[in-house]
């Protein structure tokens, strides 16, 4: 079946931002619905043009049933960062999981159910969407970020040179540049925010792709890299891919943007899984004795991730 993209083009203002934020949305032509729901955060020098730029690639995804059909909805962010800092009027978390999600709900033909819903983003809409995510999982089922804008570290102090050459292209100065709030950076790091609310992550089973490069020209591979440990130590389930000789933007990047959204897709439509499989169930059910006795002396056992050296 052939989709088209019917693409809309709108504004919300909200008492979270000092600004009303265009929007554009994409939904799939031809009727049907209600549809699952796709948040976008576009790259620093973006906007909500970035979604329409990408209309045939999901009207040529929706179309060979590699995608799900589902509504996609783009704010325009400038080079903000989808900075959280209620200090000075600027709250992009709240924004986009209150009164933005609220809007699409009711004026979209969108799926209002946490398991139809999900956020994703590129470079600094990477940053953007795991920090919102993991913040808000009981309202996104997943979250997948390409080539996010990641610093590895959880204090501004643990930060080198090497990790902030993203800097050069500007951004809110309390986060971005020599004079940035440590506090700000701490408050907004997806590193934190990960470990400040892992029980919850795990508890609503958040969702979790992060892909990146690792030939990426400011080195946000580093942070990705940093970013999985954390989650690998936290115990949180998740997606990583580290795409060899891949870089921030060129010629790999429509291939990896697709198999994110294929990912993506996969959360919004589960099929059957491994542990569904009589073969895999027979195979764990024969080692439980064994777990069962290495457990006095291995604390780590019922984890799902090892305790690493």
Known sequence: MAFTARATLDELRSDYLAKPVPYAALTPGGGGGPFPLCIVLHGGGGSRQSLLDCAGLFEQWWSDGSLPPMVLVSPSAEMSYYLEDPGQNERWDAFIADAFLNHLHATHN???HRDSTVIAGMSMGGYGALKIAFAYPDRFAGVAAMSPVIEPGTSIYQ????NTLHHFAG???RLIGPERDESVFAANNPANRAIANAGEIRKHDLAIYIECGDHDFINVHDGAEYLHRVLW???ISHEYRLTRGADHIGPTLIPRMRQAYLWLGSVLTP??????DELVRSLRAQLEPVRRQAAPLEATIDRRYGRLP
């Open 159 to 162: 930060i080198t040179p090497r």
């Open 171 to 173: 951004g809110p100065s």
């Open 271 to 276: 099929g059957a899984t491994d542990d569904q």
């Open 110 to 112: 969108v799926r209002t």
């Open 233 to 235: 130590n936290l115990d």
